[in-house]
């Protein structure tokens, strides 16, 4: 095999191609070709058209819409069922304590996180396109709704439709504010989903990629920060009010610190405990993951023993441990979320859509391009929408795709929806008969949970050595990604970083690389001459390229790169000229004075000593121009081409210049005027601008930018920069003859 690759790259370094065709410009290449004819569709026949049904095309969006109708029917029960029935299982079995940890998250009773790991993974069996990501509760998701909740709803205050009223810490004012901000993060979801559906419908899924992966990374970094601070108080068994909105880390950490002499023993004991064991977990399934036929369920058998012990030796009379507590038995009743709370929420629910959408859709993208199939990004947004819109009216909150669930879905065998449908099977015989047997569960057990799982979005603090070596705009990215995040709080955070990656796109348009090229000797290849010692440039010829493309924020800059590197500027050119012309015009001045002054001497002068006051007055006296007088009707513009070539610096003997325009994308009409004046400048300076490699959309902009005229012809512009230099090539030397 080896060798048949090092005999393959053998064969390519051998082969040649010989070519022999003419010079190409574009106008000689457009009347070679012949334009397809192309019918404009009026806007009422794209309609009639988009709106014509036919059977074949409503089997389509009936598949689109329901991409369970097309792969159920050939799924193969044999070859399937059973690694999905083991990844379902096991993917369950971590839902569960999940699902009650992030319910804390969420500021909601445990058992929201259930309904919220039962409903939205049913429904996206159905209208999901990836075969492997878990849906569910999510740490960063389930953070950003516990702020809204808690910004809604303070714990010192409960507001009742427009009114808010201080009330004491009892049973009553505790469950009138549990169910206030069950509401808001309920509604939340409603909003959230109605934005992802309306986004999805609209074929909006390209938003995601505004979200880049550095932007991405150091959110879920930060998002990772703020959760760890707000299990602290769990794990340490403090009261501590919970903060949100901008520094509220900080206010975390300080509030943690003060009490910290009230720390439960106890309660921190089963949480240090519950730590260690769930690392040790991770560590075996990680080290021993190709011989472990499942991972070990660590998660589920920690809170199994903490419920256990709990409930066995009574923690929560004895030693003041805090529980889950209550979780009532069976499905609620659907009911409609609190529409006024909508307007207050509407910018919390944009960044909870993207968030989410980018975070499924990335994971998607990853086992889709693993496995060998493709994901629909509209509909994946289309199915978290239903997911969370119709999950709402049944309590439950925003969802996505977990990492963690969706990693040990796919390694467990899960070969498609299938293993999430019996992962939410599980959820609902817990709900339905058996929940009640988490209520003595410890809170810190789950804190522990949460805080094992932050392990792997702690790593991503790798990221700054990672992204310092490659790319340091990226890492920037990550770092005001990070840091505002960190401490604006999330959502604030999200908007600033997309802001600051939108000013690095701009920012580098207006700062792209200049380069001036060279040819490869006996090629029609052409590299940077400052990188390559083999590149050489033609002689009265330059190459210059921008890997930009040429719009109004940075027309100034590419003109100036182009007089920098190319070592041509004509104004200055044109003034040292002008100058050269004064001075010149001075000098004939004083030569026509001194023949003036010696003709009135030679009047004077007798007629026996003409000849030698002639010759004595002119020994006398300096003619400057060249040492002869010049004619009495000499004019300003006699200028000797020796005179003009004293004041004219020597890179302005180039007679041809070369725009390589193959990275230029795009071109304004501010773009189309600088262009235009740099052709007409460098014409006045005796330079030819050429343009070469122009694409087809460059070309049509630019014709609808009345571009080409009489001075400015498509016989200007080149299909190759090979056949632009030959092209000048031709003309320097028919310059060359002409002189």
Same mark, same amino acid.
């Given at each position: ?9 053998? #064969? ?12 190409? @410009? ?11 004819? =192309?019918?404009? +569709? ?89 075969? *492997? ?81 550095? #932007? ?123 529409? +006024? ?31 060998? /199939? ?30 963690? =669930? ?59 050595? *990672?992204?310092? =070596? ?45 380069? !001036?090229?060279?040819? !490869? ?6 590299? @940077?001459?400052?990188? /390559?010692?083999?590149?050489?440039? /033609? ?5 210059? +390229? ?34 050269? =012309? ?11 004075? #001194? ?48 005179? *003009? ?5 020597? +890179? ?88």
């Amino acid at each position: 095999m080896e060798h048949a690759e090092v005999d393959e790259v053998c #064969l390519e370094q051998t082969q040649k191609y010989c070519v022999e065709r003419p010079i190409y @410009n574009q106008e000689l290449l457009e009347g070679q070709l012949h334009r397809r004819e =192309r019918t404009p +569709q009026a806007l009422r026949q794209k309609i009639a058209h988009s709106c014509r049904c036919s059977s074949k095309k409503a089997k389509s969006h009936l598949y689109s819409f329901l991409p369970i109708l097309k792969w159920l029917p050939h799924y193969r029960v044999r070859e399937y069922l059973l690694g999905d029935i083991i990844s379902g299982i096991s993917t369950g079995v971590m839902q569960l304590p999940q699902g009650l940890a992030y319910a804390m998250l969420a500021s909601v009773p445990p058992v929201f996180g259930l309904y919220s790991s039962f409903y939205p993974v049913f429904l996206y069996t159905i209208f999901g396109t990836s075969k *492997h990501i878990s849906i569910g509760t999510f740490a960063v998701i389930s953070m950003m709704i516990g702020g809204v909740a808690l910004r809604e709803v303070p714990d010192e205050v409960i507001s009742i439709g427009y009114n808010s009223t201080n009330v004491t810490d009892t049973p009553e004012y505790y469950n009138d504010r549990v169910a206030k901000r069950v509401q808001v993060a309920v509604t939340l979801a409603l909003l959230t989903g109605i934005i992802q559906l309306c986004l999805g419908l609209l074929r909006f899924g390209f938003v995601a990629i505004y979200l880049t992966e550095p #932007l991405v990374r150091g959110f879920t970094t930060a998002a990772a920060v703020h959760v760890f601070t707000s299990q602290l108080k769990y794990l340490f068994g403090i009261k501590t009010p919970r903060y949100s909105g901008p520094l509220s880390v900080i206010y975390s950490i300080a509030a943690v610190l003060s009490n910290i002499t009230m720390t439960n023993t106890a309660t921190l004991v089963i949480g240090l405990t519950c730590i260690v064991l769930l690392f040790i977990g991770k560590e075996i399934n990680l080290r021993f993951k190709k011989q472990l036929p499942v991972p070990i369920p660590m998660e589920i058998i920690v809170v199994i023993i903490g419920t256990g012990v709990s409930a066995g030796m009574n923690l929560n009379k004895s030693y003041k441990v805090d529980v889950v507590g209550n979780i009532p038995q069976g499905l609620r009743p659907p009911a409609v979320p609190e529409i +006024q709370l909508i307007p207050a929420i509407f910018v919390d629910a944009i960044a909870i859509a993207i968030v989410g959408f980018s975070m499924a859709v990335s994971m998607a993208k990853i086992f889709a391009l693993k496995h060998g /199939y493709t994901i629909n990004g509209n509909q994946e947004l289309i199915a978290l929408g239903i997911c969370n819109s119709v999950g709402s009216f049944f309590q439950s909150f925003s969802v996505t795709c977990s990492m963690s =669930r969706s990693l040990v879905q796919e390694s467990t065998g899960g070969k498609t929806q299938i293993a999430g449908t019996l992962s939410s099977v599980m959820v609902l015989v817990v709900i339905v008969a058996i929940g009640y047997l988490f209520e003595p569960l410890p809170q810190t057990v789950l804190a522990a949970i949460v805080m094992v799982n932050l392990k792997g979005m702690f790593k991503q603090f790798g990221d700054v050595t *990672h992204f310092w =070596r490659t790319s340091r705009i990226e890492l920037a990215i990550w770092v005001v990604a990070f840091v505002a995040s960190l401490f604006l709080g999330l959502d604030y955070g999200l908007l600033t970083a997309v802001a600051f990656a939108m000013i690095t796109v701009i920012y580098r348009t207006q700062s792209p690389q200049y380069r !001036i090229l060279g040819q !490869i000797p006996d090629t029609d290849i052409y590299c @940077n001459v400052e990188e /390559y010692e083999e590149v050489k440039e /033609y002689p009265g010829i330059k190459i210059f +390229q921008a890997n930009a493309s040429l719009y109004f924020a940075n027309s100034e800059s590419y003109t100036s790169a182009l007089k920098k590197k190319t070592g041509v500027d004509p104004c200055a050119i044109l003034a040292a000229r002008k100058k050269a =012309r004064k001075r010149h015009a001075r000098e004939i001045k004083a030569a026509n004075k #001194l023949k003036k002054q010696a003709v009135l001497k030679l009047v004077k002068s007798s007629t026996n000593d003409v000849e030698a006051n002639v010759k004595h007055e002119i020994a006398d006296d300096e003619l400057p121009v060249n040492g002869k007088f010049a004619s009495a009707d000499a004019s300003v513009q006699d200028t000797s081409p020796d005179e *003009h070539e004293h004041f004219v610096e020597p +890179q302005a003997s180039i007679h041809s210049l070369i725009l390589d325009f193959a990275p230029v994308n795009f071109v304004d009409s501010v773009g189309a005027k600088t262009l235009k004046s740099i052709i007409k400048e460098y014409k006045e300076v005796g330079v030819c601008v050429c343009i070469a490699s122009c694409s087809g959309p460059v070309m049509n902009e630019l014709t609808r930018l009345n571009f080409f005229d009489n001075t400015v012809t498509r016989e200007l512009l080149f299909h190759s920069i090979h056949d632009a230099v030959l092209a000048c090539q031709v003309k320097g030397r028919s310059a060359s003859q002409a002189d």
